[in-house]
């Protein structure tokens, strides 16, 4: 059973370009959660979804920032005219049941950096 | 409003020492707690995993304890070695919520 998997691994944008972050759950699993981890910060939750769903996205910036996860394919996470700002390692995770009491599995990250 | 915190930030042992690493939450109302294991430059490997209804969790030299009336979580590595040299991360959802809340971490340091 191959766990969360994202890609790429590594992404470069200037600034005011788009970037796409793809993350594929793991088997079974239909709750994908996405959080960013800022240089030399911890980890913060950013929005939560299912299957054409989003539960929560509470932590997600109000602008620029936007994701799915589409009935069919990975989730994405979409961040529009990218500033220096936005550079951080976005990790998904996703778990079998959304109600809190199962386990998150994460995937290896998206380093994405804005020159 | 859950709140994570773990003390110490930074720890460094000489190899073979027994070590406890603290996670304190601010909401009792926890479903579980989850400690992962952060090496520089990679993703999250989950270590344990405490539902609230369990006070500890082994996993070889690991064992991690929840206490959920003091609102704290300690995670025991046995005899370490240089390969644990990582950053440990606490972390739990909130009552009827799915987010986790990360604590800051505790960078540890084993050196032969």
């Known amino acids: 059973n191959a766990g969360v998997m994202q890609n790429p691994r590594h992404l470069v944008r200037r600034r005011g370009q788009e970037a796409r972050l793809r993350c594929s759950p793991m088997k079974g699993h239909s709750h994908v959660y996405w959080y960013r981890q800022l240089p030399e910060e911890g980890l913060k939750f950013m929005v939560y979804l299912q299957k054409e769903n989003i539960i929560d996205e509470s932590g997600m910036p109000k602008e620029r920032f936007s994701a799915e996860f589409p009935k069919e394919g990975p989730s994405i996470l979409r961040i529009q005219q990218v500033v220096r700002g936005d550079s951080a390692a976005y990790f998904c995770?996703?778990?079998?049941?959304?109600?809190?009491?199962?386990?998150?599995?994460f995937g290896p990250g998206t380093r994405l950096t804005v020159t | 409003k859950q709140e994570v915190t773990q003390i110490p930030a930074a720890l460094s042992v000489p190899e073979g020492e027994n070590l406890v690493l603290n996670c304190s939450f601010t909401d009792s109302a926890i479903y579980n707690l989850q400690w992962f294991r952060q090496d520089p430059g990679k993703g999250l490997t989950s270590l344990l995993l405490i539902q609230s209804s369990q006070r500890e969790q082994t996993s070889g030299r690991l064992n991690a304890s929840l206490d959920k009336s003091s609102g704290r979580s300690t995670l025991y590595i046995a005899a370490s070695q240089p390969g644990d040299s990582a950053t440990y991360l606490c972390?739990?959802?909130?009552?009827?919520?799915?987010?986790?809340?990360f604590g800051t971490g505790t960078r540890l340091q084993v050196f032969p």
């Open positions: 995770a996703s778990s079998f049941y959304g109600t809190g009491s199962y386990e998150q599995y």
């Open positions: 972390a739990g959802p909130s009552y009827n919520t799915d987010k986790l809340i």
